[in-house]
Each structure stands twice: as structure tokens, then as C-alpha cells.
């Protein structure tokens, strides 16, 4: 049976060292650590490598995958990851596999050399159906002494709908296949009932899922084998040493870095705009609590628990995306584990939206639990604001979403697949002292790729209008946030496809800016149906839009203009249709007054910013043309807005007075709960 979510939660954190670890760690001689913590990130890499080049889903090859290494009882050593996130989870199904199938002496499921092992099932520690993990137990001399994990997204799962992130789930039944951890091959191969069984279940495009599969077992495979050389060439009881000797080291310089934070509790609320089906305001509420070296967090107050669609999530969900943060910006200087959970606990209330009912459907969870690591981004900033880590303080990367195509590709060959460029070019928050990155990656992974043009036209059936850095989706601020894209799609060379956008921020902002920074614009879902592009195009007109602005305001283009929030169930889009996609800036950081003049006339010449930001925000007097800057002016113009803030500024209880007789519309508040404290207002029943 699957384990209780409070199971789940103190799996995450690191188990107590054996006799032969201890004894182990008595080996390694002063410098050991740090030289072979590189060789098993050597190991990982080469093992990255293979899982990408063998893969063949646009996901596999942008980033959204992981491969690595974990101790004997399941916890993480290092790995190397597109998506952080998927680091975090994998721990959870190895210490259920070791709980069930190597200390149940009742137990028939034999683990031993040459196993491999599969999951996807959320309720035993996994996302959701499309993030799978292929599992390889490693051994030396007949004993185990560790885990290689190799996971990745796979854009499909056999749900009720193509991609396996229904929107319209009413239950976890909807959401197509769910494997616990199951054993799939012996000898180092796959065997052929289990390979067709997972086949038959993702048959819209089995052909990308197996071979992503292979991909999976192949990476994680050469991950073992690696370690299990080393093991013969320095024993096993060294291996485990060094395993523990990392382990511990995470977990001491986690312990530092928390007492490193001024003790004090920190508040943060986050809001989400759409709940799956329909749009719906649900809130993310944390108050953490820092004493000493340990930290509270406690999510009462968040939305209760909904039954309009998948955007809900179990506990280890909601922690497993704070990783993300924690690693890049508090435990960046280290192998890549997640001992700082050790020190953490979590209380997240039973019946709301991150600890739904297990019944409850959760495929959009990563689309629910982007609100978690927004609030991260601030809740971390101000703990680290009065800390040695003051420098790795970052505002929020851009939110974005994903869009899926599904139908017969070009070549006939059934897809169903996310798109990477869009999925993968959302702008980066700024930081203390320097703007965030332009069409970064994606908010879960630091290190992904977008696709360009000419690659996703070679394998999917669209053509590209445009594609293009979004004006004005940063955060502005005196550092800005990087850039978000646009792209415009047209259908091509096949009849029709299916396509989805799942995602949030139509209306408002999960990612809010730092210290006086901007959030960054929303984004809206544009089609057009029924074109004449192909008409345009043969003859070659000169008015064919190249941007948003373009393409709404002069309508150059015919066609029937849908303007909706970006998150679109399936539907058909025919061939010529066109299809937007837009992606989120990250968050500025500091007041926009401060920016450095020259900087502001760059983002013009780039075409980051308008005229309208510029002389709005920024405050900016200059020469429109030849964007000249007249400093003396501009000062003064700045020193006027300063002026004017203190002129519309209110005590704070005035303020407060007024603020709290405001309330959002009731069509907002539909899956909110009650105003303001958002309590249960009925009975969610699954079936």
C-alpha cells in the first residue's frame, strides 16, 4: 500500500548513518571529499549524456530530466539535473522500495544486480504521470551499496487527454497511468510484457515514450556500473564512507546556513489565477518560524482543497519544488542533495490545495506549486537580507506555461509533445546587483534549453510567424528581471492538430519583485482561426505582424481573433491557424528610480523595454530618436515621483483601514474559500 504523506515528508530527511558508514568515513584521508565528489559528478554527467543523446522527446533533450546517485537507504548524494525538483522525489520511491521490498522479510520482490525498477505513481513520492523514473540498484560483490535514478518528463501518459496533465480531471482516474515502484526488467534488460504494458498505455505516442524509456534505464544503467567499479577498485565500505562523508557534509553546512538567518518569523502570500477549467483565485499562505537551526513552516490560511480540476497537490509535492531555490541560492557551493530538509518541518493542513485528498487528481501540480517557489523567492530574501548570503539573493524567475501539441506530425508518426522554446525561455529574476537573464529557462530548471525555430519545425508541424523577446514582460526595478518570450505558431503541412497551454498568470502575478521591484507583465492566450497567412505569404506582403502589438492592433491578418487566458484546454487548431505563446519576465529587484539611466536607453535599443516604461516607470527624460539621455532633467523628474509617492502615501493604520474593506469579486472567490481567511465552504467528494 502507498505510504501516508507524513511518511513521505520525513523520508525526506536523511536517514541515520549505519555501522558501515561510520566505519567507512574512518577512511577517507583529508581531501578525499572533494576529489571524489568530482569523480561522481563525472559519472553523472557522462550517464546525463546518454540519457539526452538516446532520448528523443523535446524534454528529454531541453533539460527537464535528472540522473543520479543515492546511498543504500535512498538518500541523495549528488546529481545532475535540468529540473532540481527532480533530485527531491526519487528519494521517496527508494525508501518506499527499501521499506517494502528489502526489509519486509515477507516481501517476494527480490532486489538484486541487473534489476530495474520504474515509477510514476504520485501517491508513492513521484510529481505527476509524465515526470517518470527508471530506478537501478547498484551492487558490489553481491551487496547493495547504493541507487542510480534516471527521470525525466515524458509529454505523455494515456489521460483523458493528450500530455497527461488533464485540466479537466475530477479524480486521479482521469490521469491516465500510474505505476508504483514496479520492477520492469532483470539482467540489465527491459522485459517485453512490461515495456508493452507501458506502451499500450501511452499509445499516442508510444513510439517517443518507449524509446524515452530506454533512454531512462540506459542512463541510469552506465550511472551503476560506474559506481560500481569504483566500489571494486576502493571497496565497499569506502563507497559508503564517501556516500556518508557527502551526506553529512550537506547536512552540517545546512545546519550553518539556517542558524546563519536572524531567528524571527517571516510571512509571505502568493496568489494563483485559475484552478484548471475556469479561472478562480487560490492563495498560498506561509508563515515560516527560524530558531536556531531549525525552520517552521506552516501553510494554514492557503485555499482549501477543490474539485474544478488538477491544480492540487499532495505535501511532498508542495516541499520537493522548494529545492529549487534552497539549491540554487542557499546550498549552491555544493554537491547537489538536499540534507536541509533535515532541519525543516512542515505544516501543511489536511483538505487544502497542497494536501489534497488521495483521490484527488494532481497532474498540474508543478503548475499549482510554482506559487510555493514564488513565495520562496520572497520568503527566503528577507531571512538572507541579514546574512552572509545576502549576495545569492535572487527575485523570482518568470512563471510561464507550457503548450503541447498532439495529432499526426508531418511524417504521419503520432506526437504528443510540449513545446521547449516556450516552456524553456522565461526571463530570470534580477538580483542584488544585476539584471536577471533574458529568456532564461524554465522555472524549475536553471540549466534548460529552448529549441530554436528550425528544430521544431524539422519535428513538429508548425511553422513560425515570429519569435521573439517580449517587450516589456520584465520586472522592472533597479536591477530588472530578464526577459520573457513571445512566439506566434502556424499550423502546417497536416489537416489539424490538438493543442493545450496549461498555466497561470492571465490576470495576476504569482512572481512579485524585491525591495521595490516590479512583478513583471501577465499574459494573455491569443489565437487566430481561419487565416489568410498562406495567401499573405505567396505574395509576399509587407504587413505580416512580427509582434503582439502588431498582430492585435492593426489585424493585418483575417481571421476570427480569440483573446482568452493563456490556459487553454485541448483543443483543434487547423492548418493556418495561429497560435500565441507568450512567456513570463522574472521580477525586478529594487526601486525603478535607481536604475542607472544608460541602462534604461540600452533595454530601449534592445527593445526590452517601450517608450511608454521608460518615461513611466523609470522616469526617463531623454531624446526619442537618437535616445539621448538628459540627465539633469531626468534627476529631476525622479526627485517629482519621489515627491508624489509621499503626497499619496497613508499611515500605515489608515492604509490597513481601507485595504481591508476591499474584497475580489464573487466569481473570483469561487474555489477561494471563505473572505478573508479562506476556509472550506463545502464538502469535496471524489468518485
Not at 141 to 149: P, Q, S, Y
Not at 474 to 499: L, N, Q
Not at 583 to 597: K, Q
Not at 641 to 651: F, I, Q, S, V
Request: net charge negative.
Amino acid at each position: 500500500m502507498h505510504p501516508d504523506f507524513d511518511t513521505l515528508l520525513n523520508w525526506l530527511r536523511v536517514e541515520p548513518a549505519t555501522p558501515d558508514e561510520t566505519e567507512g568515513m574512518k577512511r577517507l584521508e583529508p581531501g578525499d571529499l572533494e576529489i571524489y565528489s568530482e569523480k561522481l559528478t563525472q559519472f553523472i554527467s557522462e550517464a546525463y549524456v546518454i540519457l539526452q543523446r538516446i532520448g528523443i522527446g523535446m524534454m528529454i533533450r531541453s533539460g527537464d530530466s535528472a540522473i543520479g546517485i543515492y546511498t543504500a537507504r535512498g538518500d541523495l548524494i549528488t546529481c545532475s539535473t535540468g529540473v532540481i525538483m527532480h533530485a527531491v522525489w526519487p528519494q521517496l520511491v527508494i525508501k518506499w522500495m527499501v521499506n517494502n521490498y528489502i526489509d519486509n522479510q515477507k516481501s517476494n520482490v527480490n532486489v538484486k544486480e541487473g534489476d530495474i525498477f520504474y515509477a510514476n505513481e504520485p501517491l508513492y513520492g513521484a510529481i505527476h504521470g509524465p515526470d517518470q523514473s527508471a530506478y537501478v540498484p547498484i551492487f558490489n560483490d553481491g551487496e547493495l551499496i547504493g541507487w542510480a535514478m534516471a527521470a525525466v518528463h515524458t509529454a505523455e501518459a494515456g489521460a483523458i487527454t493528450p500530455g497527461g496533465m488533464p485540466l479537466a480531471s475530477r479524480n486521479r482516474f482521469y490521469e491516465g497511468m500510474k505505476l508504483p515502484p514496479i520492477k520492469i526488467g532483470e539482467n540489465f534488460a527491459i522485459r517485453d510484457d512490461m515495456m508493452e504494458l507501458i506502451s499500450n498505455y501511452m499509445s499516442r505516442a508510444s513510439r517517443e515514450a518507449i524509446n524515452d524509456l530506454k533512454a531512462r534505464v540506459a542512463g541510469a544503467t552506465r550511472l551503476a556500473n560506474r559506481v560500481s567499479q569504483f566500489a571494486r577498485e576502493k571497496s565497499n565500505l569506502y563507497v559508503k564512507g564517501l556516500f556518508r562523508g557527502l551526506v553529512s557534509l550537506g547536512e552540517e553546512a545546512s545546519r550553518k546556513r539556517i542558524e546563519g538567518f536572524n531567528d524571527g518569523i517571516y510571512r509571505v502570500v502568493t496568489f494563483l489565477d485559475h484552478v484548471g477549467m475556469e479561472e478562480g483565485l487560490l492563495r498560498c499562505s506561509i508563515t515560516a518560524n527560524k530558531k536556531g537551526n531549525t525552520i517552521e513552516f506552516d501553510f494554514s490560511g492557503s485555499s482549501p482543497e477543490h474539485d474544478r480540476g488538477s491544480y492540487l497537490a499532495f505535501p511532498h509535492h508542495t516541499v520537493a519544488v522548494t529545492a529549487i531555490y534552497i539549491i540554487e541560492h542557499i546550498l549552491n557551493d555544493l554537491p547537489l542533495g538536499v540534507p536541509f530538509y533535515t532541519f525543516t518541518k512542515w505544516n501543511i493542513p489536511k483538505g487544502t490545495i497542497f494536501n489534497a485528498d488521495p483521490m484527488a487528481p494532481t497532474s498540474r501540480s508543478p503548475s499549482l506549486c510554482a506559487i510555493v517557489l514564488n513565495a520562496a523567492y520572497q520568503l527566503f530574501a528577507k531571512m538572507m537580507f541579514d546574512s552572509e548570503l545576502r549576495p545569492q539573493i535572487c527575485a523570482a524567475t518568470g512563471c510561464g506555461s507550457s503548450m503541447n501539441i498532439s495529432g499526426l506530425s508531418q511524417y504521419g508518426v503520432r506526437i504528443s509533445d510540449l513545446l521547449s522554446y516556450p516552456f524553456n525561455t522565461e526571463g530570470m529574476g534580477a538580483r542584488v546587483d544585476m539584471d536577471g537573464v533574458d529568456s532564461n529557462s524554465f522555472v524549475y530548471s536553471p540549466t534548460s534549453r529552448g529549441y530554436d525555430a528550425e528544430e521544431t519545425e524539422a519535428e513538429m508541424p508548425i511553422l513560425h510567424l515570429y519569435q521573439r523577446h517580449r517587450k516589456d514582460s520584465c520586472g522592472f526595478g533597479k536591477f530588472r528581471g530578464g526577459t520573457g518570450t513571445e512566439s506566434a505558431y502556424i499550423i502546417h503541412h497536416v489537416p489539424e492538430v490538438a493543442m493545450f497551454s496549461g498555466g497561470r498568470e492571465t490576470h495576476i502575478r504569482p512572481v512579485q519583485g524585491l525591495f521595490g521591484g516590479y512583478p513583471g507583465a501577465v499574459k494573455l492566450g491569443v489565437e487566430v482561426h481561419g487565416t489568410n497567412i498562406w495567401e499573405k505569404m505567396k505574395k509576399k506582403d509587407k504587413d505580416i505582424p512580427a509582434n503582439i502589438f502588431e498582430l492585435l492592433e492593426k489585424h493585418t491578418i483575417k481571421g476570427d481573433y480569440k483573446i482568452t487566458h493563456n490556459t487553454r484546454e485541448y483543443h483543434r487548431v487547423k492548418n493556418g491557424d495561429i497560435i500565441i505563446h507568450m512567456n513570463a519576465g522574472g521580477a525586478g529587484y529594487g526601486d525603478p528610480l535607481f536604475r542607472d539611466p544608460d541602462m534604461v536607453m540600452e533595454d530601449l535599443r534592445k527593445e526590452i523595454i517601450s517608450d511608454w516604461t521608460a518615461a513611466n516607470i523609470f522616469k526617463m527624460v531623454y531624446d526619442p530618436v537618437t535616445l539621448t539621455v538628459d540627465y539633469e532633467e531626468t534627476e529631476k523628474e525622479r526627485e517629482k515621483e519621489r515627491a508624489d509617492r509621499k503626497k499619496r502615501a497613508l499611515p500605515y493604520d489608515a492604509f490597513e483601514r481601507d485595504w481591508l474593506k476591499k474584497r475580489p469579486s464573487e466569481e473570483a472567490l469561487t474555489v477561494f474559500g471563505t473572505w478573508p481567511d479562506g476556509k472550506q465552504t463545502r464538502e469535496i467528494v471524489r468518485i
